[in-house]
């Protein structure tokens, strides 16, 4: 740990990472937004750090980079026949910029992957994550302290819970894992445990069942990917790309706003998402090859009127802004080519995942890291929300730095 302090004082980019990993938690508590100026901070400061001493690379392979290069070039011609081409071109602008901050935060971690072990990182991210947790605890507890200094005053609570919280809490589920890895690496794997109990109960006293259900498919599902083993890694990327391909014909018929309606037991915001889901597949089919164009979510015919049913009278617009699934948003605005680059992308992910060469429980981890990002990415946020793809390109930088064997020992140089 001395060493790395003293590493610490020459590499700004060592202390961009730790100032990322104690700010991401503490500041999305505040504004999930923040988190986008934070990494672009980061990546300047990072970056001219390398270039000053010669050092960064380009971070991804060459098929990677076609396949991103092709989204956002998809997206920009996608303009032609968008229902806005101002929108569809402001799209495809910021999916540009979203990626080019992300491969140059990767390059970042890939080079300090070569230059040091992972303790003051992962210990910065300990720290965030703690104090995370305690404004979790407190706001709820105690007539809500930390939302008062940001909305002015205590927010009313209804049946959703303190949903306000409930993006903060996301970042916290995703980020929890490849910190459960690196105290498991340090020998700590009992206090990782104790982290993700406390943010199981803190997600429950928000109320906030998205999450719940996130962890508790991570409980489920850590026995079978443990036993696969690096069987694992192809079988989740088959069956992420059958979800996404699959989406707009298979949820609408499980999830039909219909049958859940009458049902009490059922929240209210929950059927509204099925409304959403069906609005949006429906859609989808109309223009599967191509798509409607980049951003064309936002201004679909017939977005902004609003579901009803007999059972919960109003629920609210048919489209808002993004459909909470990424894969039915792709495909509704970029079509097939988009779809597949999407289904592509993720499984390069996992292929490159499985190169990390994690042994024991920490492959299993590693795994529901990613599964969470994809599971909330599929029922709850926009996937071209800049401080989504921020996160999900932070838990790649921190998946590389955090999630990894240690080096085997140095051998004795003769004499």
């Not at 910190?179 to 997600?203: H, S, Y």
Request: aromatic share 12%; glycine share 8%.
């Amino acid at each position: 740990m001395n060493s790395q302090l003293k590493y610490l004082k020459t590499n700004l980019t060592l202390l961009v990472f730790c100032a990322l990993a104690v700010l991401v938690p503490m500041t999305a508590f505040f504004s999930t937004r923040a988190v986008v100026p934070l990494t672009i901070l980061a990546v300047l400061v990072g970056t001219f750090d390398q270039i000053r001493r010669r050092e960064w690379r380009f971070p991804i392979d060459a098929m990677t980079a076609i396949l991103l290069g092709a989204v956002v070039l998809w997206a920009l011609i996608s303009a032609a026949w968008a229902l806005d081409s101002f929108l569809a071109f402001r799209g495809a602008g910021k999916i540009l910029g979203n990626v080019t901050i992300g491969i140059l935060l990767l390059g970042l971690a890939l080079k300090l992957r070569d230059e040091f072990q992972p303790k003051l990182l992962g210990y910065a991210l300990t720290v965030g994550m703690v104090i995370a947790l305690s404004a979790l605890t407190i706001d709820p507890l105690f007539n809500q302290p930390f939302s008062a200094l940001v909305y002015g005053g205590p927010i009313s609570v209804n049946a959703i819970g303190l949903y306000w919280l409930n993006a903060s809490t996301a970042i916290l589920i995703v980020l929890v894992w490849p910190l459960i890895v690196f105290l498991k690496g340090e020998k700590k794997l009992f206090w990782g445990l104790v982290i993700l109990a406390w943010l199981t109960w803190v997600t429950h006293l928000i109320g906030f069942n998205t999450g719940l259900v996130v962890i508790g498919i991570s409980a489920v599902l850590f026995i079978p990917l443990l036993l696969l083993r690096a069987r694992a890694f192809a079988i989740l990327s088959v069956l992420v790309a059958a979800a996404i391909f699959l989406s707009p014909f298979v949820l609408p018929r499980v999830f039909d706003p219909v049958v859940y309606a009458p049902m009490e037991a059922v929240p209210k915001p929950l059927v509204h998402r099925m409304y959403i889901w069906k609005f949006a597949s429906g859609r989808l089919l109309e223009k599967p090859f191509v798509g409607w164009g980049m951003n064309a979510a936002r201004v679909i015919p017939g977005g902004k009127e609003r579901a009803t049913d007999k059972f919960r009278a109003s629920y609210g617009e048919f489209l808002p802004l993004h459909p909470h699934n990424a894969g039915l948003q792709i495909w509704l605005e970029l079509g097939i080519p988009g779809t597949l680059a999407f289904a592509a992308l993720l499984a390069i992910l996992l292929q490159r995942a499985r190169a990390l060469g994690l042994a024991g429980v920490a492959a299993p981890f590693l795994l529901l890291q990613f599964l969470s990002a994809f599971l909330f990415s599929e029922v709850s946020f926009g996937i071209w929300q800049s401080w989504w793809q921020a996160v999900l390109w932070i838990n790649i930088a921190l998946a590389v730095l955090l999630c990894r064997p240690p080096p085997a020992p140095e051998r004795a140089q003769p004499g």
